[in-house]
């Protein structure tokens, strides 16, 4: 089984900010955050990771808490392009056990 | 220039038969992965190969073998096919050489073969 929770589905409004909860209260100190996204038809792409502090790269920001227990995937300007599931995975290096579970579909509402 | 292909994109087949997925990556990339992508979404690995020897191997029915003739290709063949076997097969591919390490950064996914058994 997957060891996070998303919601199921998100709406965001484009240009806005899309905020992508995840939960994955049992993480262990090793185990970095994974984002994936997966547009219809198509194989997941990556988008960031993170281990303990907040990253940000060209296509997104990562937020985790302190706890780590929690992040948050946030897309600053979000675009009708943007309308995809979005994978949040935790996972050491070294496990062999690499599950995506059902993600958030997220729809970017004109 | 795509990075990760796989053909056939679709397969439809009957159960009891033997097919193949063939894949190939023109990224230089030394490791290489099957996903599966079940009805209900989820995504598992299958196996992972770095430099044409076998790495990881989940809980995969034996019918189910990989081969590499090379460091660009993993070709996924599936003997006696069964109806469980429906599902969206992914390859991907990267860079990393570490043996047993899952380089979640840098994993490049072809577009997937949707296999249908009949």
């Known amino acids: 089984d997957a060891k996070t929770t998303q919601p199921p589905s998100m709406d965001c409004a484009e240009g806005r900010a899309a905020n992508l909860p995840c939960n994955h209260s049992?993480?262990?100190?090793?185990?970095?955050v994974y984002w994936y996204r997966q547009i219809h038809s198509q194989g997941p792409q990556y988008i960031i990771h993170?281990?303990?502090n907040n990253e940000t790269n060209e296509m997104a920001s990562l937020i985790i808490t302190e706890d780590r227990k929690s992040s948050t995937l946030i897309l600053p300007h979000a675009t009708l392009r943007d309308t995809a599931v979005y994978y949040c995975?935790?996972?050491?290096?070294?496990?062999?056990?690499?599950?995506f579970g059902k993600g958030t579909r997220l729809h970017i509402l004109p | 220039d795509t990075a990760v292909s796989q053909t056939p994109k679709y397969l439809v087949t009957q159960m009891g038969n033997d097919k193949s997925i063939k894949c190939e990556q023109n990224?230089?990339?030394?490791?290489m992965y099957w996903y599966k992508q079940d009805s209900k979404k989820f995504l598992k690995i299958m196996f992972s190969?770095?430099?044409?020897?076998?790495?990881i191997n989940e809980t995969v029915p034996n019918r189910f073998s990989p081969k590499s003739p090379d460091k660009a290709h993993l070709n996924l063949h599936i003997n006696s096919l069964e109806l469980g076997d429906s599902a969206v097969y992914f390859c991907?591919?990267?860079?990393?050489?570490?043996?047993?390490?899952?380089?979640?950064?840098?994993?490049?996914f072809g577009p997937g073969t949707r296999l249908t058994v009949t």
């Open positions: 190969y770095n430099n044409k020897e076998l790495i």
């Open positions: 990224l230089g990339h030394d490791t």
């Open positions: 993170g281990l303990k």
């Open positions: 049992t993480i262990s100190g090793n185990e970095y």
């Open positions: 991907a591919s990267s860079q990393g050489r570490g043996r047993g390490v899952w380089y979640g950064h840098e994993q490049y």
């Open positions: 995975i935790v996972r050491a290096n070294r496990d062999d056990k690499i599950i």
